[in-house]
């Protein structure tokens, strides 16, 4: 969700292809899939009516877990597309997330998910976010290997100081700005407490509706895990 024109960057920006982090999430994400889906294979039954399910996710109401990852400088869609330049700029979070509301007979529910992210390369900046995030866990393969989608399009961030990837021409930023992320998440049928995630973690002016520094806030492409409980 870019706010403008992109603001001078301290180091030479890399673009890597799929042999860079991209394709290594990516592939790291694949590889996890199919060991959990081969993991759960001999367990397969046939589908069963969401709400019948005892083991449903739907049961499961909070989480803690972590997540770690490198600075990008496209919007997510830019990510996902393959235009992203990656800069060594790091960051390490831990995340909780509790269930505000989920249906009776659909994979779907609300949940209120919180990070607090400490990075470093480039630049020392804590964060903190949070935002309501939609869950959606119909996938039809859902009995061999679980795969819900996240989605949290507006929340609220807040950084301990201005990074300088986050600086406009002239040097302004905001510590304040919007939080928005996609993630996919991978657990095994018979322990979806346990689950895996690749998720696309987003800072921004909302096109210049928080600020019109003309810069756009941070991207970071993460792996992690959460225990659900």
């Not at 992109?6 to 899939?33: F, N, T, Y």
């Not at 069963?48 to 049961?59: E, G, I, N, V």
């Not at 346990?194 to 921004?204: D, Q, S």
Request: glycine share 10%; aromatic share 12%.
């Amino acid at each position: 969700m870019s706010t403008g024109t992109q603001p001078s960057k301290p180091v030479h920006p890399r673009r890597w292809g799929l042999a860079g982090p991209a394709g290594k999430a990516l592939a790291c994400a694949i590889g996890m899939a199919v060991s959990l889906w081969a993991s759960g294979a001999e367990a397969y039954e046939p589908a069963t009516p969401y709400a019948l399910q005892p083991d449903s996710p739907r049961s499961l109401e909070s989480s803690v877990g972590w997540y770690a990852g490198i600075y990008h400088d496209a919007e997510p869609a830019g990510a996902i597309a393959g235009r992203a330049n990656y800069q060594d700029q790091y960051m390490l979070a831990l995340t909780g997330t509790t269930t505000l509301w989920k249906s009776d007979t659909w994979p779907v529910s609300i949940e209120l998910d919180g990070m607090l992210g400490q990075q470093w390369g480039l630049a020392n900046v804590t964060e903190f976010s949070v935002a309501p995030a939609l869950r959606w866990g119909g996938l039809p393969w859902r009995d061999v290997l679980r795969t819900d989608v996240r989605l949290a399009p507006l929340g609220y961030s807040y950084t301990s100081e201005v990074g300088p990837l986050e600086r406009g021409p002239e040097g302004q930023g905001s510590r304040t700005l919007n939080f928005l992320f996609v993630e996919v998440a991978f657990s095994r049928p018979q322990t979806p407490q346990n689950e895996w995630f690749v998720r696309l973690h987003h800072r921004c002016a909302i096109y210049d509706l928080l600020n019109n520094y003309g810069a756009n806030g941070e991207d970071f492409l993460t792996f992690g895990f959460r225990k659900r409980f």
